[in-house]
């Protein structure tokens, strides 16, 4: 997720991040809780950034659009169906409406939501992990400057608030080159995970085995075979009469119908997930099993989600989620964190191609003539930013409060517009054109930052929201 808190609302804007807390969020870390399982969470600072805002006025606009917004369309929109005597699409609404209230008691008691997602960790096998700065597509960027403002402020975010990094680093997009490697090295990362099903083919054994590149940072291959299960929009188990249809909608937006038509039936969906759980343990199973028959070895299947897919796009992913851990104790099957899976299964040395696990397993999502312009203005904006970096350098010493306040608000305008979800959102066509407005304000911004290096310029203030309070600076004149 982007940075959109305190950036607008309907249709697009800070109430997709409020939408995620109540129907993600929370409940993931109220699963992850309960089931005290081993699984690695990537928290990723920008989003990071938000959620540490809502112990205040962010917080306050949250409990707002619960108790307000979200309990006034469902009751609304449930009063139509009744009015053209669909009862039951109107009783599924006004059941749907208690998501909304639970979060809502649960929030008015505590607003700490990153303080729930870390805590399984504080307590128990979760892993945490963390990201670039704001998720930026780390082949694309410009600069060796570039790529170090991105992960030295993500470490650092992640080190402030959670009191350590152990060097588990989620690429954006599982974007890789060549020679990314060197970087993520220097700045303390130890494990990634990257997709080469391009290169090894679906379903190939190397999937089940991490790799340690040059430099010691130890990618792990995705299993796209078993991702598809959940990810697919043809053939997974999201696509199931049974669950709730995502696109079908109500005057509000609201989802009361399942994907095969008919009105949404909660408990045979739940059915359907608790089998499906079972469906893809006994898979998960039979692939390793496979391969340790073959190559007399374990292996590590790396089945990794957007955790938005669980509670958002797929309504019934949570359900799905604990019931894995639950059959996966049934049938035998050894859940692991990311980084103890390397510690027990060793790693090959092999060479990586580029890759991501984006449209045909290449940059042309973030990279391509329809997303152009973002492209250009991230590029810009970047070599911008370091080259001002450099001429100012002599003038942003603690004592120059005014440089020093125009650069950081440069640099964080910069993070603002590599964003990869700016891209992605066009390509897909899943934001209007709230994208390009984004970006085009933050180079307007950024614009005026780099203005401020001038006497003539008003001067700029250093912030951009919450975004990057990390903000590792020196990262862009470090030789």
Known sequence: MPYVEGFGTWPFGEEWLWEAVATVYLPLAELLQRSGAPVTLGLTPVLC??????????????????????????????????????????????????DYERAVLRLEHDLDVLG???????????ELWTSAATHALLPLLASDAGLRLQLATGVASHERRFGEFAGGLWLPECAYVPGLERELAAHGVRTVCVDQTAAWGLGAPEQLEPVRMPGGVVAVPIDWQTVQLVWSDRSGYPVDGAYRDYHRRTVHDLRPWSNAGGPYRPAVARARARAHARDFVARCATRLESYARDRGRPGLLCCALDTELLGHWWYEGQIWLEAVIEAAGEQGLELTTVSEGVERVGAVQRPLVASS?????????????????????????????????????????????????ALERAARELLAIQSSDWAFQVTSELAGDYPQQRVRAHAAAHDAALGALADSAPEAQPALRNLAPDLDLASLTTP
């Open 49 to 98: 950034d938000q959620l540490e805002t809502l112990p205040g006025p962010a917080g306050q606009r949250l409990l707002e659009f619960l108790a307000g917004t979200r309990r006034a369309v469902h009751a609304e929109d449930a009063a139509g169906l009744d009015r053209g005597g669909e009862h039951e699409l109107a009783d599924e609404l006004r059941r749907a409406s208690g």
């Open 116 to 126: 729930a997602l870390a805590a399984p960790a504080a307590r128990g096998p979760v």
């Open 357 to 405: 696990w984006g449209l045909d397993r290449d940059f042309s999502t973030w990279d391509s003539p329809r997303v152009a312009e973002l492209a250009f203005a991230a590029r810009s904006a970047e070599l911008r930013t370091v080259a001002a970096a450099h001429r100012a350098r002599p003038g942003v010493a603690p004592g120059d409060r005014c440089g020093r306040a």
